[in-house]
């Protein structure tokens, strides 16, 4: 997801977004220890985003 697209959201819909990219990466770890992930770079994506979205959400916060 663009930085453009998460700075648009409003703080209710980045943690709706931070909730659903949560449970992505619980199902990403479980098929990764069952051998099933077939790609292994999302995980680094996901968590990348994840460090996005708490960013924006910091900066939301000091702003007002």
Same mark, same amino acid.
């Given at each position: 997801? $663009?930085?453009?697209?998460?700075? +648009?959201?409003?703080? +209710? +819909?980045? =943690?709706? !977004?931070?909730?659903?990219?949560?449970? +992505? /990466?619980? =199902?990403? $770890? &479980?098929? /990764?220890?069952?051998? !099933? &992930?077939? =790609?292994?770079? #999302?995980?680094?994506?996901?968590? #990348?985003?994840?460090? #996005?979205?708490?960013?924006?959400? =910091? !900066?939301?916060?000091?702003?007002?």
């Amino acid at each position: 997801m $663009k930085v453009k697209e998460l700075k +648009e959201m409003t703080v +209710e +819909e980045l =943690n709706t !977004q931070l909730e659903d990219i949560s449970k +992505e /990466q619980f =199902n990403l $770890k &479980l098929q /990764q220890v069952s051998g !099933q &992930l077939e =790609n292994p770079a #999302r995980i680094k994506g996901l968590r #990348r985003t994840v460090a #996005r979205i708490k960013t924006i959400q =910091n !900066q939301k916060k000091v702003e007002g």
